[in-house]
């Protein structure tokens, strides 16, 4: 599963920093340009709580096999696209099934024990990472060539198939995931360990029967099963960590969102400068997704307490970029920034599955994209006003959106510390 996301964000970042260049080389105005961009961001917002739910219907396999290859069909189309119009139907696909990453993390959520969760997702997350770092210079060598637009596109769509094949090879059958986790049983150095993979492969065959009938279900008896299980968790009580989700995630886009044209405003560094750091800060947010085995030891796998010290981090950071008054402090808050975000990225998707209940970890995770996607809709917004006043405006607004979702964890620090207890006797 890690080469398939490594590949994923690699094809992905190879097109996206090229289409703006595309679409306007076709005759778009930059406000029909900006309408499809946004066009694209709707469709995901509504979509992804919708194509996690139905995963936890039918089951990964089927899900994770459909949005990839009507992905690629996306991709496909926009390599053929030579008018506008061509170009915003070559999107439609892609906004609506393009959450292979998220029913990833479903699937990953399925196979490992909650004690290994922030671990394996944390690798997750970086394999991705590096895709994604090395995405844009590859696409930016390719556009160079004739056609080079279109090449890219077609590689793209190309990679998509590739990570077809490859889960399509995924050992899913019972009998495969039992032999695994009787050798990782073995391989464990107390009782517990095989607890847990027995527990999971008892969970794992439940589910896998579950979506075995689901899938030969009507398509109406799978929308009014998908919008039951939405329903139930508009209703439940994990409004607030959604929340803090959307608080630190327009936090961390406020930050960023002028972060070139802040740079340039007050210390008179140049573009390219400021790509040179972001592509640092990248790097160091690799770096950190590997190191969340040794932090979730350190902190005795009590993911609300991680949460809430590197929100309190991220938050000082923020403010510390915000009233710098050198590059040298932008370069040591970014630094330390990278590792923050990704930590706390990591640590609400667990805080999310482990309130909410592993049962439903594709409609949860699709809730939470549905709340980045509004993060990325308001923010912009939220940057303009702010960028009126000062070029500090946006991240300063950051910093109390940050504090906001700080209180918030304090407020319901019961809730979560219960949750976290419960997690650690059932290790």
Same mark, same amino acid.
């Given at each position: 599963?890690?080469?398939?996301?490594?590949?994923?964000?690699?094809?992905?970042?190879?097109?996206?920093? +090229?289409?703006? @260049?595309?679409?306007?080389? *076709? %005759?778009? =105005?930059? !406000? $029909?340009?900006?309408?499809?961009? &946004?066009?694209?961001?709707?469709?995901?917002?509504?979509?992804?709580?919708?194509?996690?739910?139905?995963?936890?219907i039918v089951g990964r396999r089927y899900?994770?096999?459909?949005?990839?290859? +009507?992905?690629? @069909?996306?991709?496909?189309? *926009? %390599?053929? =696209?030579? !008018? $506008?119009?061509?170009?915003?139907? &070559?999107?439609?696909?892609?906004?609506?099934?393009?959450?292979?990453?998220?029913?990833?993390?479903?699937?990953?959520?399925?196979?490992?024990?909650?004690?290994?969760?922030?671990?394996?997702?944390?690798?997750?997350?970086?394999?991705?990472?590096? %895709?994604?770092?090395?995405?844009?210079?590859?696409?930016?060598?390719?556009?160079?060539?004739?056609?080079?637009?279109?090449?890219?596109?077609?590689?793209?769509?190309?990679?998509?198939?590739?990570?077809?094949?490859?889960?399509?090879?995924?050992?899913?059958?019972?009998?495969?995931?039992?032999?695994?986790?009787?050798?990782?049983?073995?391989?464990?150095?107390?009782?517990?360990?095989?607890?847990?993979?027995?527990?999971?492969?008892?969970?794992?065959?439940?589910?896998?029967?579950m979506a075995s009938d689901s899938l030969?279900?009507?398509?109406?008896?799978?929308?009014?099963?998908?919008?039951?299980?939405?329903?139930?968790?508009?209703?439940?009580?994990?409004?607030?960590?959604?929340?803090?989700?959307?608080?630190?995630?327009?936090?961390?886009?406020?930050?960023?969102?002028?972060?070139?044209?802040?740079?340039?405003?007050?210390?008179?560094?140049?573009?390219?400068?400021?790509?040179?750091?972001?592509?640092?800060?990248?790097?160091?947010?690799?770096?950190?997704?590997?190191?969340?085995?040794?932090?979730?030891?350190?902190?005795?796998?009590?993911?609300?307490?991680?949460?809430?010290?590197?929100?309190?981090?991220?938050?000082?950071?923020?403010?510390?970029?915000?009233?710098?008054?050198?590059?040298?402090?932008?370069?040591?808050?970014?630094?330390?920034?990278?590792?923050?975000?990704?930590?706390?990225?990591?640590?609400?998707?667990?805080?999310?599955?482990?309130?909410?209940?592993?049962?439903?970890?594709?409609?949860?995770?699709?809730?939470?994209?549905?709340?980045?996607?509004?993060?990325?809709?308001?923010?912009?917004?939220?940057?303009?006003?702010?960028?009126?006043?000062?070029?500090?405006?946006?991240?300063?607004?950051?910093?109390?959106?940050?504090?906001?979702?700080?209180?918030?964890?304090?407020?319901?620090?019961?809730?979560?510390?219960?949750?976290?207890?419960?997690?650690?006797?059932?290790?």
């Amino acid at each position: 599963l890690f080469l398939p996301s490594f590949q994923d964000l690699f094809g992905v970042s190879m097109v996206v920093p +090229l289409m703006n @260049l595309h679409i306007k080389s *076709l %005759g778009a =105005s930059h !406000t $029909v340009a900006g309408i499809i961009g &946004s066009l694209y961001g709707i469709m995901q917002l509504f979509s992804s709580t919708f194509v996690g739910c139905w995963s936890d219907i039918v089951g990964r396999r089927y899900s994770l096999l459909s949005c990839i290859l +009507l992905s690629a @069909l996306g991709y496909f189309l *926009l %390599g053929t =696209s030579s !008018t $506008v119009f061509l170009f915003a139907i &070559s999107r439609v696909p892609v906004g609506i099934f393009k959450h292979t990453l998220s029913i990833s993390k479903a699937l990953l959520s399925d196979l490992v024990s909650e004690r290994d969760r922030p671990l394996v997702m944390g690798r997750f997350n970086a394999a991705s990472s590096v %895709g994604f770092i090395l995405g844009p210079v590859v696409g930016g060598y390719l556009t160079e060539l004739e056609d080079g637009f279109y090449q890219t596109s077609f590689m793209c769509a190309s990679i998509f198939l590739l990570n077809a094949g490859l889960v399509w090879m995924l050992p899913w059958s019972e009998e495969n995931t039992s032999n695994r986790e009787h050798q990782q049983g073995n391989k464990g150095t107390d009782s517990f360990s095989a607890q847990a993979n027995r527990d999971l492969h008892l969970k794992s065959a439940t589910n896998g029967a579950m979506a075995s009938d689901s899938l030969f279900q009507s398509p109406w008896i799978q929308v009014a099963t998908v919008l039951k299980r939405i329903k139930g968790i508009a209703c439940s009580d994990l409004w607030d960590i959604f929340l803090v989700r959307l608080l630190m995630s327009v936090a961390i886009l406020l930050y960023y969102s002028n972060f070139s044209l802040a740079l340039e405003e007050r210390f008179g560094v140049k573009p390219l400068f400021a790509g040179y750091l972001m592509s640092y800060s990248s790097a160091l947010g690799v770096l950190a997704g590997c190191l969340l085995g040794p932090i979730t030891r350190l902190y005795q796998h009590n993911t609300y307490r991680i949460l809430l010290h590197s929100s309190t981090l991220t938050c000082t950071l923020i403010l510390l970029y915000a009233s710098a008054l050198s590059i040298w402090m932008v370069i040591l808050s970014s630094t330390f920034l990278a590792f923050s975000t990704t930590v706390g990225r990591t640590c609400i998707i667990d805080l999310e599955l482990t309130v909410g209940g592993n049962e439903a970890s594709g409609t949860l995770l699709g809730v939470g994209q549905s709340v980045t996607s509004v993060g990325r809709i308001v923010a912009p917004l939220l940057s303009g006003i702010a960028q009126e006043f000062s070029p500090c405006g946006p991240p300063s607004l950051g910093v109390g959106l940050a504090l906001v979702a700080i209180l918030i964890m304090n407020a319901n620090k019961q809730k979560y510390c219960s949750h976290g207890n419960v997690k650690l006797k059932n290790q």
